[in-house]
């Protein structure tokens, strides 16, 4: 059985870039087709819920050259995104601190959300500006403003309050072998699949189709 929702970090694209255009921010474009992709994957293989982690907090980081060039392709991306001749099928929903990007990318992922809000079958998130723990200290402020009192407090009032519900069942990452603060709290028993030997901008079809074979071939017994 094929997982119902799928995470992937997007990772290796900086050093794509290095290693075979000779630059690294290119890889980022590479990367970006990728993506493209990887809505008609998902498609193909009936996989109802996708979460990609994008752009995290500590991105923010990086130089002003880098993150300039990140901006301009995920305002393209996006704007792109809104023409996709498929696009009623996709749900599309931004989780993170959005109030960091510039406006007009801040209003590009608004219309998207608006526009797609009860679109199905599929469900695709973009983590942007995202930080797990960050995520779990917002859903803590949230219950304190709600004025919930001690006894309230369980692992169900804090999921209700994250930035979405959902726990992917695989997540993959390549080029790396950890998680880097993606989905903290929704990962607990996600099946993890780290392919340290590929970029993310090198991910193929194929690539897709054999994690998910390696997921239906494991065992979940959820501690049990």
Partial sequence: MYPKHIGIILDGNRRYGKKHLSDQLKGHNKGAEVVEQLFEWIQEFNI??????????????????????????????????????????YKIKILGKKELFPKEIQEIMNKLEKKTINNKPYIVNFCMGYSGRLEIIDAVKKIIKNKHKEEDITENLLTKNMYFQGEPDLIIRPSEQRLSGFLTWHSVYSEILFLQDIFWPEFTKETFKSCLEEYSNRQRRFGK
């Fill in 48 to 89: 109802p819920q996708i979460t990609l982690y994008v752009f995290s907090i500590e991105n923010f980081q990086r130089s002003k050259l880098e993150v300039n060039t990140l901006m301009n392709i995920l305002k393209n991306y996006f704007q792109k995104l809104i023409s996709h001749k498929k696009l009623y099928q």
